[in-house]
């Protein structure tokens, strides 16, 4: 069953503290992406990446990081330098890094930081 | 930066009804996308459309690509319940270096 998993659901922590959301793919998929959405807007790309051992920032990756050791996986740290990590967070991966191929999602992890 | 836009915001129509939403873009691309969600879900993709394409089917969905007035519009035809979700176009700009800009999504309500 091919597909795009993210775990968990949701996830709740305390403000100062590190988290990690997990995303792995098992489409074969070079490219991977992060991305952060808030109530009623659309999706901001945080990082992504092209090929393993290889990311870049995007438009908001202040306060986040993110690594890429194995094709089928793409961790996603929300650190305490984030000001505002409260929302839902998508994972993504395509064919390759081209915009022209479409991206697949991952069912999303909503964070709470209290 | 919001490249797409999407309008109306929030859009509510009968079921069996026809749904039209615009996309409004700022500057030249490459191709654009249209993607649905579902509430509290992952993004799924509907079309894509190049930048020398006029008009694209699939199924009930009919895309259009008017580089000129560089907008987009979705409309899907004899609308059912399973429609009632968010859908959003993505843009790559030329500029961008192959990364797309999600817009902000029109709401879509189908009642029964």
């Known amino acids: 069953d091919g597909g795009i998993t993210q775990s968990p659901k949701y996830l709740f922590r305390k403000e100062g503290q590190n988290v990690t959301l997990s995303c792995e793919q098992n489409?074969?998929?070079?490219?991977m992406y992060w991305y952060r959405q808030d109530p009623g807007q659309g999706l901001r790309l945080i990082y992504y990446?092209?090929?393993?051992?290889?990311?870049q920032k995007g438009d908001i990756a202040e306060g986040y990081s993110v690594s890429r050791e194995k094709k089928e996986s793409f961790p996603l740290t929300v650190t305490s330098a984030q000001k505002n990590p409260t929302a839902f967070y998508l994972c993504?991966?395509?064919?390759?890094?081209?915009?022209?191929?479409?991206?697949?999602f991952g069912p999303g992890t909503r964070l709470t930081v209290t | 930066s919001q490249q797409g836009e999407e309008d109306p915001q929030a859009l509510s129509i009968q079921e069996g009804e026809n749904a039209t939403m615009n996309c409004s873009y700022k500057t030249s691309i490459n191709n654009l996308q249209w993607y649905r969600q579902n509430s509290g879900r992952g993004l799924v993709h509907l079309i894509l459309?190049?930048?020398?394409?006029r008009e694209k089917h699939s199924g009930r969905l009919r895309v259009t690509l008017d580089t000129s007035k560089k907008s987009s519009s979705l409309l899907i035809t004899a609308s059912r319940a399973a429609d009632t979700a968010s859908y959003f176009c993505a843009t790559e700009a030329i500029y961008r270096d192959d990364k797309i800009i999600f817009g902000k999504g029109t709401r879509l309500h189908i009642l029964p």
């Open positions: 459309i190049r930048s020398n394409e």
């Open positions: 489409l074969n998929h070079d490219a």
């Open positions: 990446s092209q090929i393993v051992n290889d990311f």
């Open positions: 993504a991966s395509s064919i390759s890094g081209l915009s022209s191929y479409e991206q697949y």
